[in-house]
């Protein structure tokens, strides 16, 4: 059972990454968002030092403007040379746009295909899914294929994929490993974690079913999931998989965060993750104030053995 843990120190990490999400970068260089994204890279590159990656949960910029990641290539550019490579997860403000903007909608949803390019050439991404193996241990990123105001929609192809690549070995066979896989999604399954509750509407996967029932097949599976901006001091932070399904985390924002009262909150937040033979620990981190949040630190137990 994955419960809350103290940081512990002494035993070194086979390898460490971390996670960050939302950072709705703006064309403005002086918007809070955007002060928001270098003041988290600045964190980053004093404590990822070592780091096997940064993994980015989507919502990348703020409308999916080109101006937009023009101004994500001039913050990034500052600090290509001291942060470990980042990749990338499609968010609904990448080729979509949100409920709260009507008016713009109509034009982004029609043109798809030009807005998944803008992402793709601009972010160096291969597209709206892909997977890597770093260190021995598997990344999967899943992304939507429609461009939906607020959910994703993940093709058969896609969910046929994924479950093949959870089934991969590191070492090519076809069984499924004992040991923790990490997978990233923008938007979280209904009711799981914060911010994702039915009453919430922040939740947002059009086949929440069929990607249930995968991960049920999956237990080793660490889901990391933003879109919903709830702050890491939230209850339900973390949904465990208790061994019978993937265990959920809520990543919180970067560029600004909520809570439960439905209030908009000033704050920047992301995880640090350390990968030991036989648990995960997953340690939120305070972007804004430099500390860690104490009540956001999880230990995840690596699995002794996958279902079929």
Known sequence: MQTETKLTGGETPLLTFQIITDTHVTADPAHEYNRNFERALQDLA????????IMHIGDITDHGFPEEYTEVQRILGQYRTVLPEIRYTLGNHDVGIGHWQPQLAEACLGDWESRLGMYTSRMGSPGPYHDHWIGGYHFIFLGTEKGLPIFCSLSEEQLQWLERKLGERPDGGSAAADQPVFLFLHQ??????????????????????????????FPQTLLFTGHTHWELESEHTMFPGNGETAAMFNAASVAYLWNNEDVHLDGSQGYYIEVYSDKVLVRGRDFTTGTWIESA????????????
């Open 46 to 53: 004093v404590h990822a030092r070592g780091s096997s990656g």
């Open 188 to 217: 979280p399954l209904m009711n799981t974690v914060a911010g994702s509750l039915e009453e919430q509407e922040w939740y947002g996967v059009t086949q929440d079913k069929e990607l249930r029932a995968i991960l049920d097949r």
């Open 297 to 308: 630190c999880f230990e995840v137990p690596v699995l002794l053995k996958t279902r079929g």
